[in-house]
């Protein structure tokens, strides 16, 4: 029998994995024009968007929960095994639909394959990355969102081309990955993935420490209403584009660009972590995209794509720092902690996106956009809440 790969050649095909997953993961924000011209009524489309958003969110992100917490006491490589291989054959099935019904069966199947993925390959991707814990979360979640902006550029091409019903062949990747999962991950159970890394999965829980419970909350605040924003440009963004007569394919290149902006500001925010005070980005992060996604859809042209991609470099350079201040606060439980940060945070921002739709229907989309960007300044003052925190860049390297 040949050798297991080694922590290094694991760490990197992890990445390679998650980036895998994402591309298929973010189909929807591609699709959603395309789905709502077969499917609904043009009165109804940004409600109906909202339905389909929050629907996969569900299952996506607040599934992350209970797969957090089962990761915690299973050591199981088939989470991710079928966390690729659910999220890529239904996703890919979106295009042959025929119904509403089968699109919701096949988001929430599809979402609960993501869900299960994510905990557990976060936490995995710390304790494998010789880089340390906080760089190594975030080339982790680069990876993730080089998937997201690349993958559905690659995906969609023959959909484009030669319609909705080609998408299907797209899941052939996903399920080659899929099978190769448990070969390379072959000795998983020898994972420590405790932050401490003085426990191994099932033994007992280490109690919970005291003071924890309003920071986290807060941490949790902030990730849920930085998510509001981030899902609804990237899921709306489609529409208000394709209303604006954008084709398909310029459309798909604009998305890409905001969700590879995402993937800047993760690693950038990652390695700054290491450097700069933690509260100081985090306060940078809330106060500073605002006014560069606003500008952004006040613009066109170049300036446009310019504002729009700094705009949520500045916004997604504080989730590195959430996941592993959570991760630190519930030292022993890091599945939980990751999947209360990533999950349940994206399963709210996401649910909330179903108001966003129907404000938009009522109100106009370009009005609920402008709204929307506005959304971390209000959580700002919230910080003061954080002030006693650990700063991740005088933690010990």
Same mark, same amino acid.
């Given at each position: ?176 990955? +899929? ?165 349940? +945070? ?33 959580? +700002? ?17």
């Amino acid at each position: 029998m040949q050798n297991t790969p080694s922590t290094r050649k694991q760490f990197y095909f992890l990445t390679f994995t998650h980036t895998v997953l994402d591309s298929y993961a973010t189909l929807l924000s591609h699709l959603l024009p395309l789905l709502l011209t077969k499917l609904v009524a043009t009165a109804a489309r940004n409600s109906f968007a909202g339905t389909l958003v929050s629907l996969y969110s569900v299952f996506s992100s607040l599934g992350q929960i209970l797969f957090g917490w089962l990761s915690d006491r299973v050591r199981t490589v088939h989470f991710l095994t079928f966390g690729v291989l659910l999220t890529a054959v239904c996703l890919s099935l979106l295009g042959l639909a025929p119904s509403k019904l089968i699109v919701y069966l096949l988001l929430a199947v599809g979402g609960l394959g993501v869900a299960a993925f994510h905990p557990q390959a976060t936490t995995y991707a710390g304790a494998l990355a010789a880089e340390g814990r906080g760089l190594g979360t975030s080339i982790f979640l680069t990876g993730g969102n080089v998937g997201r902006a690349l993958g559905p550029l690659a995906l969609m091409a023959m959909p484009y081309r030669f319609g909705l019903a080609s998408l299907a062949w797209g899941m052939v990747p996903g399920v080659i990955v +899929a099978l190769c999962v448990p070969w390379v991950f072959r000795d998983a159970r020898h994972f420590n993935v405790s932050i401490d890394g003085d426990r191994d999965v099932g033994s007992p829980l280490p109690p919970l420490r005291r003071g924890i419970f309003l920071p986290l909350i807060v941490l949790f605040i902030i990730a849920a209403f930085r998510t509001v924003t981030a899902v609804g440009l990237e899921s709306f963004l489609s529409i208000y584009l394709d209303n604006r007569d954008y084709p398909n394919q310029i459309r798909s290149f604009i998305l890409a660009l905001f969700i590879f902006a995402g993937s800047v500001g993760i690693m950038g925010g990652g390695w700054i972590s290491d450097r700069v005070n933690t509260y100081v980005l985090l306060l940078f992060s809330l106060l500073g995209a605002p006014p560069l996604l606003y500008a952004s859809l006040h613009t066109e042209g170049l300036p446009f794509l310019v504002f729009l991609f700094l705009g949520n470099v500045i916004l997604a350079s504080s989730i590195t720092i959430n996941i592993v201040l959570a991760q630190m606060m519930l030292r022993g439980r890091e599945n939980i902690a990751s999947s209360l940060m990533m999950g349940a +945070a994206w399963g709210v921002g996401g649910l909330l996106n179903k108001l966003v739709g129907v404000l938009g229907d009522l109100f106009g989309l370009p009005i609920v956009l402008d709204g929307l960007v506005m959304l971390p300044l209000l959580m +700002a003052p919230l910080l003061l809440i954080l002030r006693d925190l650990p700063d991740l860049s005088k933690a010990p390297k």
